[in-house]
């Protein structure tokens, strides 16, 4: 049987030998409508709008990161056994772990209030789909095993750690991939002395790091730290969000009050947005292309907010974003004044004037040692005979450094900008002389 080979602009070739049981399962599931479909969903959103050169898709990103799981696991196998199952279920579920994701990726998810993986399972699960009927032909249990797997209650649970924790296959292949991809050059680290220091702490069954590999795992938190901070947080990305994400409230709004001119009502698109449930078949019929299309139709609606919310994303028309350095009463005063300033000048505050806080994306987030989940935390290890692994922040002070930050922005039209700056002088110089 051939050998299927994936030239991908990260890890050069990725080949799956169509002989042998794992790798044609593999394949067939990439060759799924399901999977397939994750071409048309873009890996960063709408980082495009940054970045030009951002235009990945899940897909290529799902492809890469079952790869650095095939790899993890061939290296672990050289020191611990690694079962038939365990290596099938951590390829599958790597492969597949992005399958639920609906259009421009995580953005949607605040309007449409589903969590993707929670989709995932569904379409692991539905006996209507393609992925479930090649797992289930492979191993009828194997779908089950897969939902286990990103609801983290699969046995041994260090496979589930490689699919999603804090030092994980996903994490590793989109920070070089999203860095590659954007000209960013933040997210760059060792990820093969990463792969090649992973060990499985048997007793406790969880992922922790060789000695030798403290430095390269620093990197790795690092590059989070960056990429998230330059990358991930950008303004005018976060700003995209903001303008798309109350484009679809301004139509949500006016489709409950029956004042959408642009309708299609029996669409998987328009059930979600007014938040009814939908079928996985359904489901699966959205990608980006349909939300692009939508903007494209309401840049023409009679309403002249959702008709200049929508025109403005499209055109690239955004908001501008500005940190506001403001806490408590003070933060009050100023939003008050804020929405005076932005109704004064002809715009509604609830779609005009918003907050954007990192801590809306905390999958990207830095980390936090604070966890009482193993998959929360990164382990390392000391050769200390009383605390022979201990997370890494008790011995890494560059770990230590990278605590916590906060982030708060406000996004409003560039009209009432130079408004909005005396604001915030005025405002953050009180702040200021208070303290």
Request: aromatic share 10%; proline share 3%.
């Amino acid at each position: 049987m051939p050998q299927r080979n994936y030239r991908d602009p990260l890890h050069n070739i990725i080949s799956l030998d169509e002989a042998v049981a794992d790798d044609r399962l593999i394949v067939e599931l990439i060759d799924s409508l399901e999977f397939q479909r994750l071409r048309r969903i873009k890996q960063l959103g709408l980082a495009m709008f940054t970045y030009q050169g951002a235009e990945h898709s899940r897909f290529t990103h799902s492809i890469g990161v079952m790869h650095l799981m095939t790899r993890a696991l061939d290296l672990l196998a050289s020191h611990h056994k690694i079962s038939d199952e365990s290596r099938v279920v951590g390829r599958a579920g790597a492969l597949l772990h992005d399958l639920g994701h609906g259009p421009f990726s995580h953005v949607i998810e605040k309007v449409f209030g589903f969590h993707h993986e929670e989709w995932t399972c569904r379409i692991v699960l539905d006996e209507n789909t393609e992925v479930n009927h090649w797992l289930s032909r492979f191993d009828s249990s194997l779908p089950e095993k897969l939902a286990s797997l990103y609801k983290h209650s699969y046995s041994p649970s260090f496979i589930s750690q490689l699919v999603s924790s804090q030092l994980d296959c996903d994490r590793m292949d989109y920070l070089l991939r999203d860095s590659l991809m954007t000209g960013a050059k933040y997210g760059m680290f060792d990820s093969e002395w990463v792969l090649h220091a992973l060990r499985i702490d048997e007793v406790s069954d969880r992922v922790y790091v060789e000695a030798k590999g403290l430095y390269a795992v620093e990197e790795y938190l690092q590059s989070r730290y960056y990429m998230f901070r330059q990358v991930y947080f950008h303004r005018t990305l976060r700003s995209a969000e903001s303008v798309l994400v109350a484009t679809l409230n301004r139509a949500r709004a006016l489709l409950e009050r029956g004042e959408l001119r642009f309708r299609m009502p029996d669409s998987p698109f328009e059930k979600l947005l007014m938040g009814k449930a939908v079928t996985t078949a359904e489901y699966l019929q959205l990608d980006d292309t349909d939300l692009t299309f939508h903007l494209k139709q309401w840049s023409r609606e009679q309403d002249s907010v959702l008709a200049d919310l929508a025109g403005r994303f499209v055109a690239r028309r955004l908001f501008k974003a500005v940190d506001v350095d403001l806490a408590g009463d003070a933060f009050d005063r100023f939003w008050q004044r804020a929405q005076e300033a932005v109704r004064g000048a002809g715009f509604d505050p609830e779609y005009y004037l918003l907050m954007d806080r990192a801590t809306d994306v905390p999958y990207y987030g830095y980390y936090s040692p604070t966890s009482t989940d193993p998959s929360g935390l990164v382990y390392v290890e000391t050769g200390e005979a009383h605390a022979p692994i201990r997370e890494i922040s008790e011995i890494s002070e560059l770990v230590r450094g990278m605590r916590g930050y906060r982030i708060d922005r406000v996004c409003f039209p560039a009209e009432v900008a130079e408004k909005m700056s005396v604001l915030l002088s005025e405002h953050e110089g009180r702040a200021s002389s208070a303290s």
